[in-house]
C-alpha cells in the first residue's frame, strides 16, 4: 500500500505546475483526498480537498481561484493543478487520504504520500 505525491519542481512566478497523487495497492474511489503543504519553518497547512464522490471539492483562501483538484478513477491518481503560482506557494506538497473533507481538513486520514517539493522563484 503506497501512495505518492510527485509533479513538483522549480518554477517562475506566475507558472503552472501539476501535482499527481498517485496510490498502488488500494483504490483512491473509497476515498477523500487532500492537499497539504508546508513551507520552511511553517506548519502544515491544507491546500485543497476533493470528497469520495468528487461532488465537493474545497480549497484554502489562498489557492483559489488559482489551484484545481480533480481526479482521474482510471488511473487511480487525483491532481492538483496549480496556475498563477507565486512566490508564496512554494512549498512541500502532500497527498492523503481520509473519509470526508471539512473545508480542507480531512477527517479520519489513513495513508499520507510522501512529499514533493515545489519552489517557485524567479
Known amino acids: 500500500v503506497q501512495l505518492q505525491a510527485f509533479g513538483g519542481g522549480l518554477v517562475q512566478p506566475g507558472g503552472s505546475l501539476r501535482l499527481s497523487c498517485a496510490a498502488s495497492?488500494?483504490?483512491?474511489?473509497?476515498?477523500?483526498i487532500g492537499w497539504f503543504r508546508q513551507a520552511p519553518g511553517k506548519e502544515r497547512e491544507g491546500v485543497s480537498c476533493i470528497s469520495m464522490a468528487n461532488v465537493i471539492t474545497n480549497y484554502a483562501d489562498s489557492v483559489k481561484g488559482r489551484f484545481t483538484i480533480s481526479r482521474d478513477n482510471a488511473k487511480n491518481t487525483v491532481y492538483l493543478q496549480m496556475n498563477s503560482l507565486k512566490p508564496e506557494d512554494t512549498a512541500v506538497y502532500y497527498c492523503a487520504t481520509g473519509n470526508y473533507c471539512s473545508g480542507t481538513t480531512l477527517i479520519g486520514s489513513a495513508y499520507w504520500g510522501q512529499g514533493t517539493e515545489v519552489t517557485v522563484s524567479s
Open positions: 495497492g488500494f483504490t483512491l474511489d473509497y476515498y477523500a
